[in-house]
């Protein structure tokens, strides 16, 4: 009978225990949060677009920003060339995009920019519906030049941009090592320039890399942050377990599948109680990449804040734009 006592009561202490953490709101990782759809789902174009356009190019761009008016967000990626340019590119090599060769990788870490400039990045793009998909395989570089095939970069971009219509921009940092920190730290003085100051609203940088996402919390207060990965494990085993008031996070957005792997665990987090549990906090959530007509209909359901995708034309549809 004692231990019979001594469980019960510890029982009764965990559920009190869970009973005061569930009343006990989450931190708010800001006040106000311009990233929030506020009950209207924002279509983020994946690198552009990467189903309509070569991924990633001026030309992704220009129809995403310019030609079509229904895309919220703009995602893209930026690398450093052999001579430190910042380019817009998502892989760190030219091979998927602008060879045959898949095997012999060529690095832009080994190129310089002009030598970058030679490369076709429309090559092996398809076209959907097309006899022979791959349309613009045979464009002379003077040719992907004028189309906006060539590679890009983010000052290019930056400039180019500025006067276009209202969006958002999302910033991916691929590098997981000291050069993104230097990266990070390149961007942050681009934003805070007089010349490009005009995009730090407008720009959320995001990233896998843990120590990246906490370097920006840390030194660039006024940067807003998605955290993609590991970052965000904490908050999501919080989730699992209702035990979200525990867990402090000061990033601007959850960035994350809809099913995400905690180590052995998988855990559907494509839920009403998650997009609560984010906006509880005053917390955006994007839910990425999502291309099935379905998962797009589900997620617009539950008012997830924001879709990335490739098929950005698809969710324009249905959401009725």
Sequence with gaps: MKALKIIIGIL???????????????????????WLGNGTTLISAHRGGSKLNPENTEKAFDYVILETDYCDIIEIDIQYTKDGVLVIHHDDYVNRMALEDQENKVYLKDLDYSELKNYNLGRNHIVQGETEPRVYKDLSISEAEDLGLTIMTLEEFLTKYKEARDFKLYLEIKHKDESGLKMIREVEELLNSSKYSWWKDRTMIISFYDKGISYIIDEYEDQYVGALGYKIAPQLIGYILRLDSLINVKYHSLQTKMVQNLGPISANVATERMVESCHARNQSITFWTINDR????????????????????????VLGK
């Design 12 to 34: 009764c202490t965990l559920v009190l225990f869970w009973v005061v953490v569930n009343i006990i709101p989450a931190n708010k990782v800001c006040e106000e949060n311009p």
């Design 294 to 317: 379905s998962d797009m209909e589900y997620l617009v359901s539950i008012k997830a804040d924001v879709i990335t995708t490739d098929c950005p034309n698809v969710l324009a549809e």
